[in-house]
């Protein structure tokens, strides 16, 4: 069983930064693969950016929001810059622990509970 906990979030300008934060535990976190994901009102589930020894973003997001993890606080974090009002969404945490699917959601076995993200015009 691996537990997820997500921070951060929040409210922000088109523009601006916000950072979001997500603890695992429960397994060798160096190992895993740590993925965001996203889903705005009436649109599926979409793939944000992930990170194992790699790192994969979405087009959306390419040049804009940055993953990184801390292996030695079992941590990975969203660096979310020059915000857009279509990045408005439940930012989810998931896990990985076998596989190497990076950008599916269904390749994913836990999930945190989700974050609101909300960017202003």
């Known amino acids: 069983q691996v537990q997820v906990v997500e921070s951060g979030g929040g409210l922000a300008q088109a523009g601006g930064s916000l950072r979001l934060s997500c603890a695992a535990s429960g397994r060798t976190f160096s190992s895993l693969i740590m993925g965001w994901f996203r889903q705005a009102p009436g649109k599926e589930r979409e793939f944000v950016a992930a990170?194992?020894?790699?790192?994969v973003y979405a087009d959306s997001v390419k040049g804009r929001f940055a993953i990184s993890r801390d292996n030695a606080k079992n941590t990975v974090y969203l660096q979310m810059n020059s915000l857009k009002p279509e990045d408005t969404a439940v930012y989810y945490c998931a896990v990985q622990t076998t596989g190497w699917e990076m950008t599916r959601a269904g390749a994913y076995d836990y999930w945190g509970q989700g974050t609101q993200v909300t960017v202003s015009s």
């Open positions: 990170s194992r020894w790699n790192t």
